[in-house]
């Protein structure tokens, strides 16, 4: 959720638990145990058949299985877990849309438009989406949010992403819809969820759990007709398969391949991401040809950024954030994935979030319901996580920090906000910023944790999965996150995953129903 770090966050963030390693192993990006079958149909017996057969069951595979059902076909989903949600259950549960009734009533503003919203997805991808999913999916945006409002979901807040600079701030609003209490009491991505699993229930999708598909069945004309699991059970989709795998973000030959910033977080436990998203629906479908988009981006959350000025409870930004050497290098207060890209690029991916004991005051909370921190960082500074030093000049030392340079940035920041309030150096966008003067100083490492990877196999405004030459591949489609061509090399905003789980869910649904069955 993008809703700005407050100074106890930036401070408190880094005691965010680490997940666990995944607990599939790391397969390679060729297919395991071989490529598609290629039999014709009459020669394979299936276990059990529908018309549609969707492999996942996260937020892309729950929207596919209802519009699906929901239009009459019989619905089977597998799913590699023993429990639905995939990724989607644990995020924010928010959505990005413009000109809805909420974005008009709790944000005051009234000249958004989809066509707006789609400029800035295209000047944040820097060149390299596809422009019809960018402008297909704002197009749609609205009608998810009533998708969901027609599931029991009810938006009551309306925010806006952090400012990022290089793209034009006419096309930057408050765009992220947040959900209200569901009925369940729920909140969040387990409300979003909970919604879509009764819809699915009430549609009599049928689920397969603890069922990991790895390989595309195929008939002698090519067309998908279905999926082998682990276990060598045959699953058959007589109108089409809906791939819903979520990405490869728990890859280590994926990353090595494709996400030099994944291999970090890999290589260091940071992923929170679900444990069996090893990239199986990019492996299926590259064996048969696909081709991939959007290669190489990354979603990440950081443990210590300052604040976004997104909502109005969000208090002042915390410290500053310097390089290896001393430097600031990056508007504490922009968008947290533009931040996190800038911190990426740094020598060595080093960066510190330096503050002061004004800040340090404020500490001792649950961040995002993750992981406290001790209210005086006793625990943090016995573990080398948070370092303290009564002057400027030895917290560098502490550090490795050219104690010049980190006093100079301190100096130059604190005569900013004595006498402008503003920062001289970047085009902040942040209120209430204070000066880092009051003794004692802090200093935490700022890490990035693995949401995602962005990037996946390369479909159309149908979803259908298109081969290297552009052609569809007969009866195959992509939801979600193992697509890509919508998102760029850095996040743009949250509430986009949500988004293209649900337009693209949508859509392949819709379009599966208007295959001829075999």
């Not at 549609?203 to 082998?228: D, H, K, P, Q, S």
């Not at 990056?330 to 990426?344: G, M, T």
């Not at 005086?376 to 080398?384: N, R, T």
């Not at 196999?457 to 052609?471: E, F, M, P, R, Y």
């Amino acid at each position: 959720m993008e809703r700005g770090f407050s100074r106890r966050d930036f401070v408190a963030g880094a005691g965010v638990a680490l997940a666990g390693a995944a607990a599939l192993g790391m397969a390679g990006c060729t297919p395991a145990g071989g490529g598609q079958t290629q039999t014709a149909p009459e020669e394979i017996a299936f276990d059990r058949e529908a018309d549609i057969l969707i492999i996942g069951a996260g937020g892309a595979g729950l929207t596919a299985s209802i519009v699906a059902a929901q239009g009459g076909a019989s619905v089977v989903v597998l799913e590699a877990t023993s429990a639905v949600g995939g990724n989607t259950i644990n995020s924010s549960g928010v959505i990005q849309a413009a000109g809805t009734e909420e974005q008009k009533a709790f944000s005051d503003t009234d000249d958004d438009t989809p066509e707006k919203h789609a400029e800035f997805y295209l000047q944040c991808g820097e060149g390299q989406l596809d422009e019809d999913l960018i402008r297909f999916a704002t197009a749609e945006a609205p009608g998810c949010i009533e998708f969901m409002k027609g599931l029991g979901i009810k938006y009551e807040v309306v925010y806006g992403n952090g400012f990022i600079p290089n793209v034009n701030p006419e096309v930057q609003k408050p765009r992220i819809h947040l959900a209200g209490t569901d009925t369940n009491d729920l909140m969040y991505g387990q409300a979003h969820v909970a919604a879509l699993m009764r819809a699915a229930e009430a549609a009599a999708v049928e689920f397969v759990y603890n069922t990991r598909g790895i390989r595309l069945i195929t008939n002698a004309e090519g067309t998908v007709i279905g999926v082998e699991a682990e276990d060598g059970s045959r699953y058959k989709g007589t109108r089409a398969v809906i791939l819903a795998t979520c990405s490869y973000d728990r890859s280590e030959e994926f990353a090595k391949s494709f996400n030099l910033h994944m291999v970090q977080t890999l290589r260091d436990g940071r992923a929170l991401t679900v444990a069996t998203n090893i990239g199986d629906g990019l492996r299926m479908g590259m064996a048969l040809g696909a081709d991939l988009a959007g290669m190489g981006g990354f979603i990440g959350l950081s443990n210590n950024i300052g604040g976004t000025p997104t909502l109005p409870q969000v208090p002042e930004v915390p410290g500053i954030i310097v390089n290896k050497y001393g430097h600031r290098f990056v508007s504490e207060s922009d968008h947290y994935a533009w931040v996190l890209r800038a911190i990426f690029a740094q020598e060595d991916h080093i960066a510190w979030g330096v503050f002061d004991a004004k800040a340090a005051a404020l500490t001792g909370a649950v961040v995002g319901g993750v992981s406290p921190m001790s209210d005086d960082f006793s625990a943090e500074i016995a573990d080398g996580t948070v370092f303290k030093a009564d002057t400027i000049e030895d917290l560098a030392t502490q550090v490795g920090v050219l104690p010049q340079n980190l006093k100079r940035a301190i100096d130059i920041w604190n005569a900013d906000m004595s006498t402008t309030g503003s920062d001289s150096q970047f085009p902040t966008r942040a209120c209430g910023l204070e000066t880092i003067d009051t003794a004692p100083f802090y200093a935490t490492r700022s890490y990035d944790y693995s949401l995602g990877a962005l990037g996946g196999l390369k479909i159309n405004t149908k979803a259908q999965v298109l081969d290297t030459s552009g052609n569809p591949i007969p009866h195959l489609y992509a939801a979600g996150q193992v697509a890509g061509g919508f998102m760029g090399s850095y996040y743009p905003g949250t509430g986009t995953g949500i988004l293209s789980t649900l337009v693209f869910g949508k859509s392949a649904a819709t379009n599966a129903l208007a295959e001829t069955a075999f």
